[in-house]
């Protein structure tokens, strides 16, 4: 079965300073990704979402995450960290196989930490 | 206009009681979702339904219902509520299949 490992439950970073989230998955078949945000006491928030076409994925406020295959991972990453990145994050996977049903598997989160 | 709204926001049980939660989108997705959101944050699909239909049921206690009078709403009743239900549960709806899902901002049950 499909699973999603975000190595790292917590991390925490100076504000200006990158920011890198690790994801991996699974599947031997590449799946649908993506990178949620949930902020305190919101619901979860859509950051990007890959779905075969660039490896490279641009999403909101400034994240973007890169599909390597041959590592099976989807990492996310943000150049300079602002206070307001401080939130829970979700990697997210979709397998062809439920592609149909849209069913997610969530990793276990990260959350992150922005220091001043 | 809210896209995905839940009510009530938080409830706050006794064991042993019949409870419900609301969903809505306005969204026009066709696809909405229940997930169950634990006390260290993982999250879990329970339910999914596409126009009405149920297509997502995961290992759920029977004691879990859920229902969707139209595309645009999806209730979650539960019976027998039990300590181990406690959880913030959100509602999330897409336009079907691998597209990206809306989420509402939860429903935080607590069982005394």
């Known amino acids: 079965a499909q699973s999603v490992t975000q190595l790292g439950s917590h991390v925490s970073v100076s504000e200006g300073a990158l920011v890198l989230l690790r994801c991996n998955y699974s599947s031997s078949v590449p799946p649908y990704l993506f990178w949620y945000v949930q902020y305190p006491n919101q619901g979860l928030q859509l950051l990007l979402k890959y779905t075969s076409a660039a490896t490279l994925v641009k999403g909101i406020n400034g994240f973007e995450a890169e599909f390597k295959k041959s590592e099976t991972s989807f990492h996310l990453t943000k150049p300079s960290a602002h206070m307001s990145d401080a939130a829970e994050y979700f990697c997210?996977?979709?397998?062809?196989?439920?592609?149909?049903?849209?069913?997610?598997?969530f990793g276990q989160g990260t959350t992150l930490q922005v220091k001043p | 206009d809210t896209a995905v709204s839940q009510t009530p926001k938080y409830l706050v049980t006794q064991m042993g009681n019949d409870k419900s939660i609301k969903c809505e989108q306005n969204?026009?997705?066709?696809?909405m979702y229940w997930y169950k959101q634990d006390s260290k944050k993982f999250l879990k699909i329970m339910f999914s339904y596409n126009n009405k239909e149920l297509i997502i049921n995961e290992t759920v206690p029977n004691r879990f219902s859920p229902k969707s009078p139209d595309k645009a709403h999806l209730n979650l009743h539960i019976n027998s509520l039990e300590l181990g239900d406690s959880a913030v549960y959100f509602c999330a709806s897409s336009p079907g299949g691998p597209k990206p899902q809306h989420f509402g901002d939860g429903t935080r049950l607590s069982i005394l």
């Open positions: 969204l026009g997705h066709d696809t």
């Open positions: 997210a996977v979709t397998d062809h196989g439920s592609s149909n049903t849209g069913k997610l598997i």
